[in-house]
């Protein structure tokens, strides 16, 4: 309630109740047939594609059915008052939803049960009323609607029997089943049961009387309107005419004030209604048992966490009842968090096409008797939770998270559930026979539906068990065999009776809203707990609330990224999801909207939880952990309730009698009479006691919108941008309940698509921002913003969106999903297409020679059929809705999706075909922008493809790239290779003689790192200079590329006959550009290349790096190392690189030691530092020098370590030359944290001062000092080496 407006008559923000009203047929109108219902069911036929000759029959299937289960237009024959301005009466909507069927008939032969049910409508800001309906059956006096029934009944009959005559001539064997007993045929026993005839049977009609509130006090208006129906039905007249009551609740009964209770009036006793405290969980009066036991607690539980996650929610269920009360019991569960997006609990059958809707929806469908869930057409199921209420049954999205500490919590819950004596596994059966037999042993005889008397002291058993199935199946069965049961006599004195169950009403009632509340306790403790830091999180940027409101869209209000890293493991699947939904926003909007005004209800509540929660146990906010902590509170809440019950607070004027005109009203047992309008549609001038305080109220809120007129934004500007602010992401909030002219419904798809767009924009710019961040680390710019895991969230969000995007204004749906089933069509006519036209020929480079690069790899043909089989190949994927999520991520990491999806919409036939004219794919300048801003992804690096399906088999091809103005483009030996990635290695795979190029097929390698590659030096031209390898994944296209540039074979560069290459991925470019990055780089006079030379020392070509540079080299390299360790493990890249690539330890360490290492060649033969390191072996092997002082242990024992890994790398059965030992020498030495060792051993040793000059960085003390305290800095970690660096050395 927006509560603006001056308070009138009655100060109307505090009044109880808002609205009596009162819904029936229309005497003057007569019969008119819901013409709703019938375009429908016309709209429905239309959808399925159905001939115009089957449409017709199905527009008037209405009429199939016989007159009494025909829908008639029902009508809103009275309200009061006429209106009020903060609460407009909106007719349509109303009448819709106090008679979602419309109107129905009965005869005296059939059940004329009061029902009740309730209904919500929610506005456009959001705001919410209540209504509660009482639905009961009135004797029809008019003789004209009598007569009309009559006749349709006669014209339905001669058309049933036409019918039945036209199929038993087709068929001996419908005639032999038709005739029954040899005589009467079905025909005369369908008019029998099933008929009405104007001399024989009285006519009912439905009428209803509802209450519309703005809080949800459900038992209270139960109560009420029970006992308004008593009164009308009952024998003596009430007490007062009905007008002094529904006076009485209209403008004398306040709103009891927060944390109170309140007693006041019905007809014949008083009803008492309570509302929560201020730091209280608010007002919840739907009982959670019922919910529970429909359910069932493992069900509720898993539709509670779609809910939080924002999918879209289908209830279904006969009863309109059971329909609202999961959907609130549900929606209140979530405190402190409040659902954002359509909420429409009882959707009356003419809005079936919000089912459209391409957005997160909670609504709630009648079911009709026997239809089954297969006949229900929904538009989209990809991301749908389908609750059959009735049925004790759940449909799940296929992939989603589960809540935090699942079990624990459900074992919580169960505690709460048996001190109540619910069994958690629900009992649906068990509830709907006992809790319709308790309900009716105990209201009936408080409220008694047999017209307010019991017959003398005989009830009859079958009206007493109506309720339950069992028995009712029995009574049917006995019927049949012409068994009577006997009437059961009530011995006991009635009174009595009726007294003890009284109380046990109340006592049940009082039960209900202690485990309503303690239910609710467990719950919120969930969040308290998951939550209770998030305030230190919460991004405060703007100055005042207009620059806040003026920039909300650009900017982030919450750190995700670092909230995330400082939560428990197992919570991060939810969580992450969890905090992109549109509920966590608008919290967070509400926590930072708090600094400038009035703190949100919920909010404030959960924040003083909180504060509770630091007060109790005083826990540093990094030590999170997943222990799960009990609710505490469980007691205190239910007392605060049974107090509040016990000890009532206010009582409400007494119903009195009013000015009324005499004679009017008259009553007349079992008729709704007609109200006297004049003394129900004002209330009394200002005699009541709690108008002041409303005043109070509303001098606080002009203060406020005085404040905020000062802060220099007018109010309705204000208002605009506070609705754009919260409808971020979020579309239409809620459908209008009343025009259905084609053109709203127009409308209403325009905001969709609008809504659409906007959601594309957001997502696409977040997960730009976020990844261009990440990069942007990895280049040093800035720090990290996202998580693997938060990438991954984002991207199943995006796969989310196009499926709404693709199931909005389908015409016909097939599958569960609908761009799958798009791309299937597509792919069908574009194979039919192929066939026709002979196949293009497929452009292969194997042979394309380039004058100085040898080969090159063949181009990749982009297809999307191509994608598409790949896909289909998946068979580990077994679900459509799997198989189009699996494609979008493959076309993300090709950075073909927007091109693809282009591709896609391009066949425009088929779009027409398949889409409504209004949807989303349909409007071109919108679906141009969605595939622009789909296109902006391509400017970043995705693997949600290979990261994800991590065992499936994938085609590789590999090309090794020779040096060949100096070498054999061929050699004679027989060369290897072995691939190594991530996620696991090829083992050595020989090369076919005379190729080059190959190509194999493995499980998913992940990322790949190193590539071995040698050959076993036979035949004459053994030698062999290779410049780099290229290996690409078949699938993505990412293709990596392995420098070498070094010689294999014996005799030449460093005697190696197999080397590692360390991969770097290259961008996706053309083969010329392939060409030009593959070109040899020049020779170095020192035997590493030029991969070797740190970046910082590339100051010329040929110019060695300084001693500065070099140790700024190493600096790089390990502190490289450190920030890698400090990223959460899922976000490390590649350690390999960090050591051994081009800036590595390895290559920095190289610098060291070949600074002022004297001239390489001695006597025409190279030297390497290995040589040096062999010197250094020699020596200390023979050395007795040291002696065995402490001091020296240490040493010892570091020389013994030094010599026993060097010789374990000289004697590993491999063919690596002496650059290549040294770096598993350095690997190794960083693994078991021995380096800080060495390298004082290796500066002192004598052969330094023969191999190096004077000036060389290892014969300078402090140099070599400060390398040792560096290198220092990694002893924390603990590294693991891939494989393929350290293969056969055995240490």
Same mark, same amino acid.
């Given at each position: 309630?927006?509560?603006?407006?001056?308070?009138?008559?009655?100060?109307?923000?505090?009044?109880?109740?808002?609205?009596?009203?009162?819904?029936?047929?229309?005497?003057?109108?007569? =019969?008119?047939?819901?013409?709703?219902?019938?375009?429908?069911?016309?709209?429905?036929?239309?959808?399925?594609?159905?001939?115009?000759?089957?449409?017709?029959?199905?527009?008037?299937?209405?009429?199939?059915?016989?007159?009494?289960?025909?829908?008639?237009?029902?009508?809103?024959?009275?309200?009061?008052?006429?209106?009020?301005?903060?609460?407009?009466?909106?007719?349509?909507?109303?009448?819709?939803?106090?008679?979602?069927?419309?109107?129905?008939?009965?005869?005296?032969?059939?059940?004329?049960?009061?029902?009740?049910?309730?209904?919500?409508?929610?506005?456009?800001?959001?705001?919410?009323?209540?209504?509660?309906?009482?639905?009961?059956?009135?004797?029809?006096?008019?003789?004209?609607?009598?007569?009309?029934?009559?006749?349709?009944?006669?014209?339905?009959?001669?058309?049933?029997?036409?019918?039945?005559?036209?199929?038993?001539?087709?068929?001996?064997?419908?005639?032999?089943?038709?005739?029954?007993?040899?005589?009467?045929?079905?025909?005369?026993?369908?008019?029998?049961?099933?008929?009405?005839?104007?001399?024989?049977?009285?006519?009912?009609?439905?009428?209803?009387?509802?209450?519309?509130?703005?809080?949800?006090?459900?038992?209270?208006? &139960?109560?009420?309107?029970?006992?308004?129906?008593?009164?009308?039905?009952?024998?003596?007249?009430?007490?007062?005419?009905?007008?002094?009551?529904?006076?009485?609740?209209?403008?004398?009964?306040?709103?009891?004030?927060?944390?109170?209770?309140?007693?006041?009036?019905?007809?014949?006793?008083?009803?008492?209604?309570?509302?929560?405290?201020?730091?209280?969980?608010?007002?919840?009066?739907?009982?959670?048992?019922?919910?529970?036991?429909?359910?069932?607690?493992?069900?509720?539980?898993?539709?509670?966490?779609?809910?939080?996650?924002?999918?879209?929610? =289908?209830?279904?269920?006969?009863?309109?009842?059971?329909?609202?009360?999961?959907?609130?019991?549900?929606?209140?569960?979530?405190?402190?968090?409040?659902?954002?997006?359509?909420?429409?609990?009882?959707?009356?059958?003419?809005?079936?096409?919000?089912?459209?809707?391409?957005?997160?929806?909670?609504?709630?469908?009648?079911?009709?008797?026997?239809?089954?869930?297969?006949?229900?057409?929904?538009?989209?199921?990809?991301?749908?939770?389908?609750?059959?209420?009735?049925?004790?049954?759940?449909?799940?999205?296929?992939?989603?998270?589960?809540?935090?500490?699942?079990?624990?919590?459900?074992?919580?819950?169960?505690?709460?559930?048996?001190?109540?004596?619910?069994?958690?596994?629900?009992?649906?059966?068990?509830?709907?026979?006992?809790?319709?037999?308790?309900?009716?042993?105990?209201?009936?005889?408080?409220?008694?539906?047999?017209?307010?008397?019991?017959?003398?002291?005989?009830?009859?058993?079958?009206?007493?068990?109506?309720?339950?199935?069992?028995?009712?199946?029995?009574?049917?069965?006995?019927?049949?065999?012409?068994?009577?049961?006997?009437?059961?006599?009530?011995?006991?004195?009635?009174?009595?009776?009726?007294?003890?169950?009284?109380?046990?009403?109340?006592?049940?009632?009082?039960?209900?809203?202690?485990?309503?509340?303690?239910?609710?306790?467990?719950?919120?403790?969930?969040?308290?707990?998951?939550?209770?830091?998030? %305030?230190?999180?919460?991004?405060?940027?703007?100055?005042?609330?207009?620059?806040?409101?003026?920039?909300?869209?650009?900017?982030?209000?919450?750190? &995700?990224?670092?909230?995330?890293?400082?939560?428990?493991?197992?919570?991060?699947?939810?969580?992450?999801?969890?905090?992109?939904?549109?509920?966590?926003?608008?919290?967070?909007?509400?926590?930072?909207?708090?600094? /400038?005004?009035?703190?949100?209800?919920?909010?404030?509540?959960?924040?003083?939880?909180?504060?509770?929660?630091?007060?109790?146990?005083?826990?540093?906010?990094?030590?999170?952990?997943?222990?799960?902590?009990?609710?505490?509170?469980?007691?205190?809440?239910?007392?605060?309730?049974?107090?509040?019950?016990?000890?009532?607070?206010?009582?409400?004027?007494?119903?009195?009698?009013?000015?009324?005109?005499?004679?009017?009203?008259?009553?007349?047992?079992?008729?709704?009479?007609?109200?006297?309008?004049?003394?129900?549609?004002?209330?009394?001038?200002?005699?009541?006691?709690?108008?002041?305080?409303?005043?109070?109220?509303?001098?606080?809120?002009?203060?406020?919108?005085?404040?905020?007129?000062?802060?220099?934004?007018?109010?309705?500007?204000?208002?605009?941008?506070?609705?754009?602010?919260?409808?971020?992401?979020?579309?239409?909030?809620?459908?209008?309940?009343?025009?259905?002219?084609?053109?709203?419904?127009?409308?209403?798809?325009?905001?969709?698509?609008?809504?659409?767009?906007?959601?594309?924009?957001?997502?696409?710019?977040?997960?730009?921002?976020?990844?261009?961040?990440?990069?942007?680390?990895?280049?040093?710019?800035?720090?990290?913003?996202?998580?693997?895991?938060?990438?991954?969230?984002?991207?199943?969000?995006?796969?989310?969106?196009?499926?709404?995007?693709?199931?909005?204004?389908?015409?016909?749906?097939?599958?569960?999903?609908?761009?799958?089933?798009?791309?299937?069509?597509?792919?069908?006519?574009?194979?039919?297409?192929?066939?026709?036209?002979?196949?293009?020929?497929?452009?292969?480079?194997?042979?394309?020679?380039?004058?100085?690069?040898?080969?090159?790899?063949?181009?990749?043909?982009?297809?999307?059929?191509?994608?598409?089989?790949?896909?289909?190949?998946?068979?580990?994927?077994?679900?459509?809705?799997?198989?189009?999520?699996?494609?979008?991520?493959?076309?993300?990491?090709?950075?073909?999706?927007?091109?693809?999806?282009?591709?896609?919409?391009?066949?425009?036939?088929?779009?027409? &075909? =398949?889409?409504?004219?209004?949807?989303?794919?349909?409007?071109?300048?919108?679906?141009?922008?969605?595939?622009?801003?789909?296109?902006?992804?391509?400017?970043?690096?995705?693997?949600?493809?290979?990261?994800?399906?991590?065992?499936?088999?994938?085609?590789?091809?590999?090309?090794?790239?020779?040096?060949?103005?100096?070498?054999?483009?061929?050699?004679?030996?027989?060369?290897?290779?072995?691939?190594?990635?991530?996620?696991?290695?090829?083992?050595?795979?020989?090369?076919?003689?005379?190729?080059?190029?190959?190509?194999? %097929?493995?499980?998913?390698?992940?990322?790949?790192?190193?590539?071995?590659?040698?050959?076993?030096?036979?035949?004459?031209?053994?030698?062999?200079?290779?410049?780099?390898?290229?290996?690409?994944?078949?699938?993505?296209?990412?293709?990596?590329?392995?420098?070498?540039?070094?010689?294999?074979?014996?005799?030449?560069?460093?005697?190696?006959?197999?080397?590692?290459?360390?991969?770097?991925?290259?961008?996706?470019?053309?083969?010329?550009?392939?060409?030009?990055?593959?070109?040899?780089?020049?020779?170095?006079?020192?035997?590493?290349?030029?991969?070797?030379?740190?970046?910082?020392?590339?100051?010329?070509?040929?110019?060695?790096?300084?001693?500065?540079?070099?140790?700024?080299?190493?600096?790089?390299?390990?502190?490289?190392?450190?920030?890698?360790?400090?990223?959460?493990?899922?976000?490390?890249?590649?350690?390999?690189?960090?050591?051994?690539?081009?800036?590595?330890?390895?290559?920095?360490?190289?610098?060291?030691?070949?600074?002022?290492?004297?001239?390489?060649?001695?006597?025409?033969?190279?030297?390497?530092?290995?040589?040096?390191?062999?010197?250094?072996?020699?020596?200390?092997?023979?050395?007795?020098?040291?002696?065995?002082?402490?001091?020296?242990?240490?040493?010892?024992?570091?020389?013994?370590?030094?010599?026993?890994?060097?010789?374990?790398?000289?004697?590993?059965?491999?063919?690596?030359?002496?650059?290549?030992?040294?770096?598993?020498?350095?690997?190794?030495?960083?693994?078991?944290?021995?380096?800080?060792? /060495?390298?004082?051993?290796?500066?002192?040793?004598?052969?330094?001062?023969?191999?190096?000059?004077?000036?060389?960085?290892?014969?300078?003390?402090?140099?070599?000092?400060?390398?040792?305290?560096?290198?220092?800095?990694?002893?924390?970690?603990?590294?693991?080496?891939?494989?393929?660096?350290?293969?056969?050395?055995?240490?």
């Amino acid at each position: 309630m927006s509560g603006s407006g001056a308070p009138g008559p009655g100060a109307a923000p505090c009044r109880f109740a808002h609205y009596f009203v009162l819904c029936g047929i229309d005497a003057e109108s007569g =019969l008119e047939p819901d013409e709703l219902a019938v375009l429908y069911k016309w709209l429905e036929a239309d959808l399925h594609g159905k001939s115009s000759d089957a449409t017709n029959k199905a527009a008037g299937e209405n009429f199939d059915q016989s007159p009494l289960r025909r829908t008639f237009k029902s009508k809103v024959l009275a309200h009061y008052p006429q209106n009020i301005e903060w609460n407009p009466f909106d007719q349509d909507a109303v009448n819709m939803l106090c008679m979602p069927k419309g109107l129905s008939f009965r005869t005296q032969a059939d059940n004329r049960d009061p029902q009740l049910h309730s209904f919500i409508i929610t506005r456009e800001d959001g705001s919410r009323t209540y209504g509660f309906v009482l639905t009961f059956y009135e004797e029809v006096t008019s003789k004209q609607i009598c007569t009309a029934m009559q006749t349709l009944y006669q014209m339905h009959n001669a058309e049933q029997y036409s019918s039945v005559c036209a199929s038993s001539s087709c068929s001996m064997d419908s005639l032999a089943s038709s005739i029954d007993e040899g005589d009467a045929t079905s025909l005369a026993k369908l008019q029998r049961y099933n008929s009405y005839d104007i001399s024989r049977d009285t006519l009912y009609v439905s009428k209803c009387i509802c209450l519309i509130t703005p809080l949800p006090f459900m038992q209270a208006c &139960k109560k009420f309107l029970i006992q308004l129906y008593k009164a009308v039905t009952s024998q003596q007249p009430p007490p007062l005419p009905l007008e002094s009551y529904i006076h009485n609740i209209l403008y004398e009964v306040p709103l009891p004030p927060p944390g109170r209770s309140l007693k006041f009036y019905g007809v014949y006793e008083p009803i008492i209604c309570q509302r929560p405290g201020p730091n209280e969980l608010p007002l919840s009066d739907y009982p959670l048992r019922e919910v529970f036991e429909l359910l069932g607690l493992e069900n509720l539980v898993q539709v509670f966490t779609c809910i939080l996650l924002e999918m879209q929610i =289908l209830l279904y269920s006969q009863d309109y009842q059971r329909l609202m009360t999961v959907a609130e019991g549900i929606t209140t569960l979530l405190f402190p968090f409040q659902w954002q997006h359509v909420y429409v609990p009882i959707l009356p059958a003419s809005l079936l096409h919000f089912l459209d809707a391409p957005v997160p929806y909670l609504m709630g469908l009648q079911s009709k008797e026997g239809t089954d869930r297969s006949k229900l057409e929904l538009p989209q199921e990809a991301n749908l939770c389908f609750v059959d209420i009735d049925n004790h049954f759940i449909e799940l999205p296929e992939e989603f998270p589960q809540f935090p500490n699942k079990l624990e919590f459900i074992q919580e819950i169960s505690e709460v559930l048996l001190q109540f004596g619910i069994p958690p596994e629900g009992n649906l059966h068990c509830s709907e026979s006992a809790t319709k037999l308790k309900n009716l042993v105990l209201n009936d005889l408080v409220n008694d539906k047999k017209n307010g008397n019991i017959p003398s002291n005989a009830i009859n058993m079958y009206e007493l068990l109506k309720g339950n199935e069992t028995i009712a199946r029995l009574q049917a069965l006995a019927k049949r065999t012409g068994v009577t049961v006997e009437k059961m006599t009530i011995t006991a004195p009635l009174a009595e009776k009726e007294r003890d169950v009284k109380l046990q009403c109340e006592e049940v009632e009082l039960q209900d809203y202690k485990l309503n509340v303690q239910l609710r306790e467990v719950f919120a403790n969930r969040f308290t707990q998951m939550f209770a830091d998030y %305030e230190a999180f919460v991004i405060q940027a703007a100055p005042d609330m207009e620059s806040w409101l003026t920039n909300r869209e650009q900017m982030q209000n919450f750190d &995700k990224a670092s909230f995330l890293s400082d939560q428990p493991e197992p919570y991060l699947p939810f969580l992450s999801h969890f905090i992109e939904t549109q509920m966590f926003a608008t919290f967070i909007d509400n926590k930072i909207i708090s600094q /400038w005004e009035e703190k949100d209800p919920f909010l404030r509540v959960f924040d003083s939880r909180i504060e509770k929660i630091r007060l109790y146990n005083v826990r540093a906010p990094a030590l999170r952990t997943s222990n799960y902590q009990k609710c505490s509170t469980l007691k205190e809440a239910a007392q605060s309730i049974e107090q509040r019950l016990m000890k009532i607070d206010h009582t409400a004027i007494h119903p009195h009698l009013l000015d009324m005109k005499i004679g009017q009203g008259k009553y007349e047992q079992g008729f709704f009479p007609k109200l006297q309008s004049d003394v129900l549609a004002t209330g009394p001038t200002n005699n009541n006691r709690w108008a002041s305080r409303s005043t109070t109220a509303q001098r606080r809120k002009d203060r406020l919108r005085q404040h905020s007129e000062h802060i220099g934004l007018d109010n309705d500007l204000r208002e605009k941008y506070m609705q754009e602010a919260r409808s971020l992401g979020k579309n239409l909030r809620q459908p209008k309940l009343s025009d259905l002219s084609p053109a709203v419904i127009a409308q209403t798809n325009c905001k969709f698509v609008e809504g659409l767009l906007k959601e594309c924009r957001m997502k696409t710019k977040r997960m730009l921002v976020e990844k261009m961040g990440h990069e942007a680390v990895e280049l040093g710019h800035g720090e990290a913003n996202i998580t693997g895991l938060e990438e991954n969230t984002l991207i199943a969000s995006l796969c989310d969106l196009l499926e709404r995007i693709w199931s909005h204004g389908l015409q016909v749906k097939q599958g569960k999903s609908a761009l799958w089933s798009h791309l299937l069509q597509y792919q069908e006519r574009e194979e039919k297409q192929e066939k026709h036209s002979a196949e293009s020929p497929v452009a292969v480079g194997t042979e394309r020679r380039k004058s100085d690069t040898g080969i090159t790899l063949p181009t990749l043909r982009v297809s999307l059929i191509q994608d598409m089989r790949h896909v289909q190949n998946m068979s580990e994927i077994k679900t459509d809705v799997g198989r189009a999520r699996a494609w979008i991520r493959l076309s993300l990491e090709k950075k073909l999706l927007s091109q693809h999806l282009k591709q896609l919409l391009s066949n425009q036939a088929l779009a027409k &075909k =398949l889409y409504k004219r209004y949807a989303f794919l349909r409007c071109e300048e919108e679906r141009e922008q969605f595939l622009y801003h789909l296109l902006s992804l391509n400017a970043v690096d995705y693997f949600c493809f290979t990261s994800v399906f991590t065992t499936i088999m994938i085609p590789y091809r590999s090309v090794i790239i020779p040096i060949k103005k100096l070498s054999n483009a061929i050699t004679t030996s027989n060369p290897w290779i072995c691939v190594s990635g991530e996620l696991g290695d090829t083992g050595i795979m020989q090369i076919p003689k005379n190729h080059l190029e190959m190509t194999f %097929e493995c499980q998913n390698l992940g990322k790949m790192t190193t590539v071995q590659i040698g050959h076993d030096n036979s035949g004459l031209l053994a030698k062999w200079l290779v410049d780099c390898v290229m290996v690409r994944n078949e699938i993505t296209g990412h293709t990596y590329k392995f420098p070498c540039g070094r010689w294999l074979g014996k005799g030449v560069d460093d005697g190696s006959l197999e080397r590692i290459l360390i991969g770097e991925l290259v961008s996706s470019t053309s083969d010329e550009e392939l060409g030009k990055q593959c070109r040899t780089p020049p020779q170095q006079k020192s035997p590493t290349t030029a991969r070797r030379l740190s970046i910082t020392s590339l100051t010329g070509k040929n110019t060695k790096p300084n001693a500065g540079q070099i140790q700024e080299g190493i600096g790089e390299a390990v502190n490289n190392i450190v920030k890698h360790f400090h990223k959460p493990e899922k976000e490390r890249g590649s350690l390999t690189i960090l050591l051994c690539g081009e800036n590595g330890l390895v290559a920095a360490l190289e610098q060291v030691f070949h600074h002022g290492f004297k001239s390489s060649r001695i006597f025409h033969k190279n030297v390497f530092i290995w040589d040096f390191i062999e010197k250094a072996v020699a020596y200390f092997e023979t050395s007795d020098q040291i002696g065995d002082e402490e001091g020296l242990l240490l040493q010892r024992s570091s020389c013994k370590s030094f010599c026993h890994y060097v010789a374990a790398i000289n004697t590993a059965p491999r063919n690596i030359g002496k650059d290549g030992k040294f770096q598993i020498l350095v690997c190794l030495g960083t693994r078991d944290h021995l380096l800080p060792q /060495w390298i004082p051993l290796l500066a002192e040793c004598p052969p330094i001062t023969r191999m190096y000059e004077e000036n060389a960085l290892l014969r300078d003390r402090m140099t070599v000092n400060s390398l040792i305290r560096v290198l220092q800095t990694l002893q924390d970690f603990n590294i693991v080496l891939e494989g393929s660096l350290i293969k056969g050395v055995d240490v």
